[in-house]
């Protein structure tokens, strides 16, 4: 008769450390593809942020306009604030937007305020000091007549205009032009803190729709 030869012990046991390291590849290949995943996910999501941060910041500087008596563009160093055109369904009207950098728990984050809509200087007069106390963390005053929204994180950030053929930094009104003249082109320098996305220095420049420049090289 013929005999059947099983599995011996040792045999049975080289067979579970073979399948117990197999499952322990597959476990780290899975951690590693879901790692890869979220890293990814959250990178998207950082440049997502940055792309439409930067749309927001170029539609305010393109939406900019003059009025007689009211400041069009102010930086001081810390505050950026534009009064720009909008519309409504019955009148046209103007916001005062404000950009600005605010430090909290988290960290320094770029943030934006715009003013609820203004028909009249007085208005206009009273979002522009609104805007000046939101930088400067009086949330209360500010916040019954705007709105707040914090952007991405950002280290540091720099304004220069570009006017007389030359780039400078834009600190305050240029005694030579006034208040309410229109820089010829807008450069924004944000640092960026090391992070899943873009980290270091950007740099985006403005130029206005109806100035003809050239770009140093």
């Known amino acids: 008769m ?7 012990l040792i045999e049975l046991m080289v067979a579970i450390f073979v399948m117990a390291m197999l499952a322990l590849m597959s476990w780290r290949g899975i951690d590693g593809m879901a790692r890869a995943q979220e890293h990814n996910r ?16 170029t539609a305010d500087l393109d939406a900019m306009t003059k009025l007689s ?55 206009w007069q009273a979002a522009w000091s609104d805007a000046a106390a939101w930088s400067q963390g009086d949330m209360a ?34 005694a030579f032009t006034g208040a309410n003249a229109l820089p010829d082109g807008v450069r924004l320098v944000l640092n960026l803190p090391p992070g899943p996305a873009l980290t270091g220095l950007l740099s985006r420049d403005w130029v206005r729709p109806s100035s003809s420049i050239q770009k140093p090289s």
Do not use: C, K
């Open 69 to 123: 008596g009211t400041s069009t563009i102010d930086w001081d160093g810390r505050l950026l604030r534009i009064t720009r055109r909008g519309s409504d369904e019955l009148r046209p009207v103007v916001y005062v937007v404000a950009w600005t950098l605010r430090t909290g728990a988290n960290g320094s984050h770029w943030s934006r305020w715009q003013s609820a809509p203004l028909t009249r200087r007085d208005e």
């Open 141 to 174: 005053q500010s916040a019954t007549r705007g709105v707040d929204v914090s952007l991405m994180p950002v280290d540091s950030w720099q304004i220069y205009y570009f006017r007389n053929d030359m780039w400078s930094p834009a600190v305050g009104a240029d």
């Open 2 to 8: 013929n005999r059947q030869r099983g599995f011996t």
């Open 42 to 57: 959250v990178r998207g999501d950082a440049v997502l942020t940055l792309q439409t941060t930067l749309s927001q910041w």
